[in-house]
């Protein structure tokens, strides 16, 4: 069955990194579009970056710049690498897939928090 599994989380100051990984089984990775999304306490979920197989990438514009969406094929394992982190980017991270870009009926992870401290 459909898998992915978000690692990386966890809580940093202010203006710190962390680098998230999804790794993903049960699918074909190369039809399916990636995506990385957040979710804080009482708010929707949105999306925070996507990939897609050939590498076009899309960002939310509150972390253009900021944050960097990859992905290695061959181990099927898509990143976020997070840098100058902000309080208001604490959330719940999840990786979703699916098979167009828009993420309507997207498999989804289970979610890995993170925290910016001030």
């Known amino acids: 069955q459909v898998q992915l599994v978000e690692s990386g989380g966890g809580s940093v100051q202010s203006g710190g990194s962390l680098r998230l990984s999804c790794a993903a089984s049960?699918?074909?990775?190369?039809?399916?579009?990636m995506g990385w999304f957040r979710q804080a306490p009482g708010k929707e979920r949105l999306r925070v970056a996507s990939?897609?197989?050939?590498?076009?990438?899309t960002y939310a514009n509150a972390v253009k710049g900021r944050f960097t969406i990859s992905q290695d094929n061959a181990k099927n394992t898509l990143y976020l690498q997070m840098n100058s982190l902000k309080p208001e980017d604490t959330a719940m991270y999840y990786c979703a897939a699916a098979r167009f870009c828009a993420f309507s009926g997207a498999y989804w992870g289970q979610g890995t928090q993170v925290t910016v401290q001030s």
């Open positions: 990939i897609t197989y050939t590498g076009f990438t």
């Open positions: 049960g699918f074909t990775y190369s039809n399916y579009c």
